[in-house]
T-cell receptor, first 118, second 117 residues
């Protein structure tokens, strides 16, 4: 139980294009989803918190117009990197916290998406 | 302020050795959760354990054990008889005032464990 998927697992795009990453909770309803960014050999950096049906809350320093987050249903959140540039290349990871016993107290993570911007 | 410190950046052991990963946390909240996650080379974070601040019982799960001591604000993780498959980066994390702060996780910097055959 508590499985989170991400798609795509990796993507290569040209500078200036937009990329959408999907995060799905497969076997539970996720009231809250989180988006993280991780650079090589570093810890996870929280980018934003997204509650179903509400606008995402972005962490300080994260450009909300560049990293668009949508959480339209209890099982799906999307992160769109708009007008991507090489400095946006990173490993993006989502997590979900859901309803039900034990699910509200723990974040379950997706497998991550490796974005490379040429 | 909330903070998690994993002072050991890298640890290298030989298979079958026991190894302890240290985690020290700071929080002013009286209600909080502590977590350990494993990140193998594939990148996916795997949930290992959650502990709430009111439960100081140590826990054992197979070769894994956790020692939670509020007096020293530590939540250490021990792997007994380590195996090559244990090689990964291990993160300790804190989630304080769960409902008030939306359950955000504060991560430590991670400890990279390398188990050599």
């Amino acid at each position: 139980g508590a499985v989170v998927s991400q798609h795509p697992s990796w993507v290569i795009c040209k500078s200036g294009t937009s990329v959408k990453i999907e995060c799905r909770s497969l076997d539970f309803q996720a009231t809250t989803m989180f988006w993280y960014r991780q650079f090589p050999k570093q810890s996870l950096m929280l980018m934003a918190t997204s509650n179903e049906g509400s606008k995402a809350t972005y962490e300080q320093g994260v450009e909300k117009d560049k990293f668009l987050i949508n959480h339209a249903s209890l099982t799906l959140s999307t992160l769109t990197v708009t007008s991507a540039h090489p400095e946006d290349s990173s490993f993006y990871i989502c997590s979900a916290r859901g309803l039900g016993q034990g699910l509200t107290d723990t974040q379950y993570f997706g497998p991550g998406t490796r974005l490379t911007v040429l | 302020a909330q903070k998690v410190t994993q002072a050991q950046t890298e640890i290298s052991v030989v298979e079958k050795e026991d190894v302890t990963l240290d985690c020290v946390y700071e929080t002013r909240d009286t209600t909080y959760y502590l977590f350990w996650y494993k990140q193998p080379p594939s990148g996916e974070l795997v949930f290992l354990i959650r502990r709430n601040s009111f439960d100081e019982q140590n826990e054992i799960s197979g070769r894994y054990s956790w020692n939670f001591q509020k007096s020293t604000s530590s939540f250490n993780f021990t792997i007994t008889a380590s195996q090559v498959v244990d090689s990964a980066v291990y993160f300790c994390a804190l989630s304080a005032q769960f409902y008030n702060q939306g359950g955000k996780l504060i991560f430590g910097q991670g400890t990279e464990l390398s188990v050599k055959p």
